[in-house]
């Protein structure tokens, strides 16, 4: 195995260096713009900028790919990443702020493209599926470090700019120094959201939901924890706790899935979240102990949603459909995601309190539980056998290109070459 993955450890590298700084600008930006005074409904609408971007992205980035390769692509979006990131530094402006957002989030897309179909590319497919599972691994240890990287510098200059800034250009080392083919941007068939929202309703809400409370948790989580006046180290420890228990406890969440009832399954953990969040809603106010360790299992059951939500569509689809409904599973979580913000940060501001991003938490996660279950009771969705449902895999939200190495493909793939030829119609001789 380790000959196998020896190709890919200087994509992991990059992945990692990327993924450290941005993890730490994502935090920064919204506890930088609470410390600058800056209204809390406004900050909403500066991060959730960022996903606009994401979703732009999707379009824009592969029409640079493909005309000038993948390796100037790559320094073309670092580069671009790179100046957001310093730019953000010499003035704090929420206009200002919001554009580079959507710079960022146009050009962070470009970069995860890249990368991926740099591993889809050469990826043998016996092991698609495992340079996938240590790819998403690799990709929240990164943002889980990053979330760390907001102590080493004093939040009110303009040094965790830097920080960012240096990490975002040294992964492009590991990617310009690389002896490989030129990947090929693989191309993604279309299929229309009607029929997916049709086939399995479950499925790609749960995409939405998911796109609508990580971003808000992304976006407003620092604020919050700043506003409940944590410390810089404890807001590090609260905003890595939550990612790490996302990366963690996605392992056993996943299991579960695989053997029970998916479409009871997502109910359950809007429940658990909403239950979850009232307990962070009392611990914050009398213990900081109890306040992390509820935040480690609100990340295990928060990141959670989205894979099984994938798998639970897949569990309706052919093998044949993995990519196409993947892709259009991740616009959903995008569309979600610009929403997230603006709307978290709307509920704090008229509830008056940083609790409010609870408050919300518990409200969409409740919500979308309910609206879940009274879609299987008026048998609005297909119930899926336990032993016909696929294998939960674990997932980050990057983009569609990092599908073409979904191990469910893989499988199927598998089975298909394995499955005997018809016997032939023509007769013998011919």
């Not at 990692?16 to 409904?41: A, D, K, P």
């Amino acid at each position: 195995m380790i000959a196998n993955i020896r190709p890919f450890i200087a994509l992991y590298s990059a992945v990692t260096l990327l993924m450290m700084g941005l993890g730490l600008l994502n935090t920064y930006l919204g506890f930088r713009l609470s410390i600058e005074g800056v209204s809390t409904q406004v900050t909403g609408m500066v991060l959730s900028a960022y996903f606009v971007g994401l979703v732009a992205g999707t379009t824009w980035c592969k029409k640079i790919i493909r005309s000038v390769g993948h390796i100037r692509a790559f320094s073309v979006f670092a580069a671009v990443t790179t100046a957001v990131v310093m730019i953000h530094g010499f003035y704090t402006s929420p206009l200002l702020w919001a554009g580079l957002r959507f710079a960022a989030g146009i050009s962070n897309m470009g970069l995860f493209m890249v990368i991926e179909s740099w591993l889809n590319e050469c990826a043998d497919p016996k092991i698609r599926g495992r340079i996938f599972s240590i790819y998403m691994i690799v990709t929240y240890m990164g943002s889980t470090i990053g979330q760390q990287l907001l102590n080493i510098g004093d939040v009110h200059s303009q040094t965790l700019f830097l920080v960012a800034g240096v990490f975002v250009v040294l992964s492009t080392i590991p990617v310009a120094v690389t002896h490989t083919i030129r990947p090929k941007l693989p191309k993604t068939e279309q299929i229309a959201m009607k029929t997916i929202f049709k086939k399995a309703p479950i499925g790609i809400l749960g995409c939405f939901v998911s796109g609508v409370l990580h971003s808000a948790f992304y976006a407003m989580g620092p604020v919050f924890a700043h506003q409940i006046n944590l410390n810089v180290a404890q807001i590090s420890w609260f905003m890595t706790l939550t990612v790490f228990g996302g990366l963690v406890l996605q392992w056993p969440v996943g299991l579960m899935s695989d053997r029970l009832d998916r479409s009871l399954v997502l109910p359950g953990l809007g429940i658990i979240l909403a239950v979850i969040s009232m307990v962070i809603l009392i611990s914050a106010r009398y213990s900081l102990a109890m306040l992390l360790g509820a935040t480690a299992l609100f990340g295990g059951v928060f990141f959670a949603i989205y894979p099984v939500a994938v798998a639970r569509a897949h569990d309706i689809f052919d093998a044949q459909d993995v990519v196409k409904v993947s892709s259009v599973l991740l616009l959903c979580y995008g569309i979600g995601a610009m929403f997230g913000p603006v709307f978290s940060s709307s509920v704090m501001a008229l509830s008056r309190t940083p609790y409010g991003l609870y408050f919300y938490m518990i409200t969409i996660s409740s919500l979308y539980a309910v609206v879940t279950l009274l879609l299987r009771r008026k048998e609005s969705v297909r119930i899926v056998p336990v032993e016909e449902q696929v294998d939960f895999v674990i997932m980050e939200s990057t983009s569609a290109v990092a599908m073409h190495m979904d191990p469910r493909l893989e499988t199927e793939e598998e089975e298909g070459a394995a499955a005997p030829s018809p016997p032939s119609s023509e007769p013998a001789g011919v």
